[in-house]
Nanobody, 124 residues
Framework: QVQLVESGGGLVQAGGSLRLSCAVS????????MGWFRQAPGKEREFVAA????????RYSDSAKGRFTVSRDNAKNTVYLQMNSLKPEDTAVYYC?????????????????WGQGTQVTVSS
């Protein structure tokens, strides 16, 4: 059984930073593209960042570009999302996702496994 467990969320002031982690068990992520999505209350889940299986291809949403950095450690079976210069509009539940192919996707429908999410709240 594949499990993804996010951690690192919390309450932070605007301008602050958080580092999210996603630990995967049940399969190796070395053959998986990994993604981060978020969902704010009353809104649809949206793409934030994705990284290819070998880390060679990285994609960001326009809102994340320049502020967030996605990375992976295949040896630890873990993916990270470093979030800097946080804004109140970044407030959401952040989800980690994995897909069974090497290549990234910005579509949530393309991902096979999901974590339970971690809350990020940015106060103004």
């Amino acid at each position: 059984q594949v499990q993804l467990v996010e951690s690192g969320g919390g309450l932070v002031q605007a301008g602050g930073s958080l580092r999210l982690s996603c630990a995967v068990s049940g399969r190796t992520i070395s053959g998986c593209a990994m993604g981060w999505f978020r969902q704010a209350p009353g809104k649809e889940r949206e793409f934030v960042a994705a990284i290819g299986a070998n880390g060679g291809v990285i994609r960001y949403s326009d809102s994340a570009k320049g502020r967030f950095t996605v990375s992976r450690d295949n040896a630890k079976n873990t993916v990270y999302l470093q979030m800097n210069s946080l804004k109140p509009e970044d407030t959401a539940v952040y989800y980690c996702a994995a897909r069974n192919v090497f290549f990234t996707s910005t579509s949530a429908k393309e991902y096979n496994y999901w974590g339970q999410g971690t809350q990020v709240t940015v106060s103004s």
